[in-house]
C-alpha cells in the first residue's frame, strides 16, 4: 500500500501555510505533518475493537455492560432518583427510569450527527453483535435487571482530549447515590473507551475516584511529545503568535491547554491549538467542520465525487450533469434502499455504494428530514418528484461489439428480505 502524502502538500494546508511569514512556514509545515489523522471508519473499528475485547470472556451473573455515549451533561446527576422507604422505614434516594440520558441530535439543526452520532451508532452496532453483553443507553431499572444486571458501566468517546468532558460524565455518575452503593458493594464497575486520546487526558480520566478502566486504541501526539524540544519551543512560539487567542471554549492551546496534534477527517477538535481549529475575520482554520474533499486522501479515504462516480458507474444509474454532490449522493442511496428500510441495512448500502456508513446514514438522515422517505424507507411524492428530476434514464447494459449476444453483468445481488422478516432484538 502505497504511504500517504503528508498532510502539508495538500491546497487546503497550503493556503493555511500561506499565512505565516516564510520564515515561520517550515515549522507551521511540520507540525501538520506531525498530527495524527484518522478517518470515521477508523474510529469506529478502533471503539469496536476495543468493546469486543471488554465483551470477551465476560460470564457470570453481571457480565453485561451498559454503554453511554459521551456527551455534555446537562444535568448534575446521572439518572434521576426518587425518595423511597427501605424495608425498615428508612427514608432514601433510589435511582429510577429505563432509559439512560439520549444520544446527542444533530448540532444547530444541521443533519451532521457529529461525534456523537458516530459513536451512537458504534454502540449500536455493538449491541446487535453482542445482545447478551451489551446494553444500550440503559436507565437503572434496566441496570438492576434480576436475571442479568449489568457488572460494568461503560462511558464510549471517540478522543479524550484534556479528559475534562469525560471526567463530567463520571462525576454525574457519582452524584447519583444509587450508584456510588453498587459501587461501594462491588456490583459495578467502570470503564472508559475511546478511539484516540492524549498521554495527559488518559491519565487525568484514570484518576478520578471512580477509577475507571480506560481502553484507548491510539494515542495522540501533543506539542511536547511530538519533536524534540527544540522543534517543540518553535511550535510554542507559533502559537503565540499566530491566530486567535481563544477558539471554541478553549485557549490559544487548546482546551485545556491540551495542545493536542490531532485531527479528524469529520472535525478538528478544540483540543488543537487555535490556530488550526478557530477562524475568525482575519484568521482561517485549517478547516471548519468536516474536512475539505481534497483531505480525503490524506485520511486515506477516495473524494466523495469520485465515490459518487464509481458507484454510478456501478449502480447503472446516470445523473444530471451540474447537481450537487450531496445531491447526487442522495439519489446513489436512495437508488440503492429500492423502497426498503431495516436496521443494518446501512452496512448493505455502504457496501454498494462505496461510502462509508456514517456518510450513508447522514444521507438517509437528510431524506427522512427532507420528508423524501417514509421511516420504512419507502418513497414519498417528493422523493420520487427529486428522483425523476435529478436521474437521468438508467445506463443501457452495453452490447459487445463483436458479438450479437448481449452482455449482463453477473454479481447483481439479489432482493434482501423485506422488514417485515428481520426481527429486532428487542430491549433486554
Excluded at 474510529?43 to 469496536?48: D, E, F, L, N, Y
Excluded at 482554520?285 to 462516480?309: E, K, W
Amino acid at each position: 500500500m502505497s504511504s500517504r502524502a503528508p498532510l502539508s502538500s495538500y491546497e487546503t494546508s497550503q493556503q493555511w501555510l500561506r499565512q505565516f511569514l516564510a520564515a515561520d512556514a517550515v515549522d507551521a509545515a511540520a507540525l501538520l505533518d506531525a498530527m495524527l489523522l484518522l478517518n470515521e471508519e477508523q474510529v469506529s473499528a478502533a471503539i469496536r475493537s476495543q468493546l469486543y475485547a471488554l465483551a470477551d470472556g465476560r460470564s457470570g451473573r453481571r457480565r453485561r455492560v451498559a454503554l453511554y455515549a459521551e456527551r455534555e451533561m446537562g444535568q448534575s446527576a446521572f439518572f434521576q432518583s426518587t425518595v423511597t422507604l427501605d424495608a425498615k422505614g428508612r427514608r432514601h434516594y433510589r435511582a429510577v427510569g429505563r432509559a439512560g440520558p439520549p444520544a446527542v441530535k444533530p448540532l444547530r439543526g444541521g443533519m451532521r450527527v457529529g461525534s456523537e452520532g458516530l459513536v451512537g451508532f458504534v454502540i449500536s452496532q455493538a449491541k446487535e453483535a453482542r445482545p447478551t453483553i451489551f446494553m444500550n443507553q440503559p436507565g437503572p431499572d434496566l441496570l438492576r435487571g434480576k436475571t442479568a444486571p449489568a457488572g460494568t458501566m461503560a462511558l464510549v468517546t471517540d478522543f479524550i482530549g484534556s479528559g475534562s468532558r469525560v471526567r463530567s460524565m463520571l462525576d454525574a455518575l457519582w452524584a447519583v447515590p444509587t450508584v456510588r452503593a453498587w459501587r461501594s458493594r462491588g456490583w459495578v464497575d467502570f470503564c472508559v473507551v475511546a478511539a484516540a486520546g492524549t498521554e495527559a487526558g488518559i491519565t487525568s480520566v484514570q484518576r478520578h475516584r471512580l477509577r475507571p478502566d480506560v481502553r484507548v486504541e491510539h494515542v495522540a501526539p501533543t506539542i511536547v511529545k511530538a519533536g524534540d524540544w527544540r522543534q517543540a519551543d518553535r511550535w510554542f512560539s507559533l502559537i503565540n503568535r499566530y491566530g486567535p487567542d481563544t477558539g471554541r471554549g478553549a485557549s490559544r492551546w487548546g482546551f485545556g491547554k491540551t495542545a493536542a496534534l490531532v485531527a479528524f477527517n469529520y472535525r478538528l477538535p478544540n483540543n488543537t491549538p487555535a490556530l488550526l481549529h478557530q477562524s475568525t475575520s482575519t484568521w482561517r482554520a485549517l478547516y471548519d467542520g468536516p474536512a475539505p474533499d481534497d483531505l480525503r486522501p490524506a485520511f486515506g479515504l477516495r473524494r466523495m465525487s469520485d465515490v459518487i462516480t464509481s458507484a454510478a458507474v456501478s449502480m447503472g444509474v446516470r445523473i444530471t450533469p451540474g447537481l450537487a454532490e450531496p445531491d447526487a449522493a442522495t439519489v446513489l442511496v436512495l437508488s440503492a434502499m429500492r423502497g426498503r428500510w431495516w436496521r443494518g441495512k446501512e452496512i448493505a448500502l455502504s457496501e454498494r455504494t462505496g461510502m462509508t456508513t456514517p456518510d450513508v446514514m447522514e444521507i438517509v438522515l437528510r431524506a427522512l428530514r427532507a420528508k423524501l422517505i417514509t421511516n420504512r424507507g419507502r418513497l414519498t411524492d417528493a422523493g420520487h418528484q427529486m428522483l425523476e428530476a435529478a436521474r437521468r434514464l438508467e445506463r443501457k447494459r452495453p452490447s459487445i461489439a463483436t458479438s450479437t449476444v448481449p452482455y449482463y453483468p453477473s454479481e447483481l445481488r439479489t432482493p434482501r428480505a423485506s422488514s417485515s422478516t428481520r426481527r429486532p432484538y428487542g430491549r433486554p
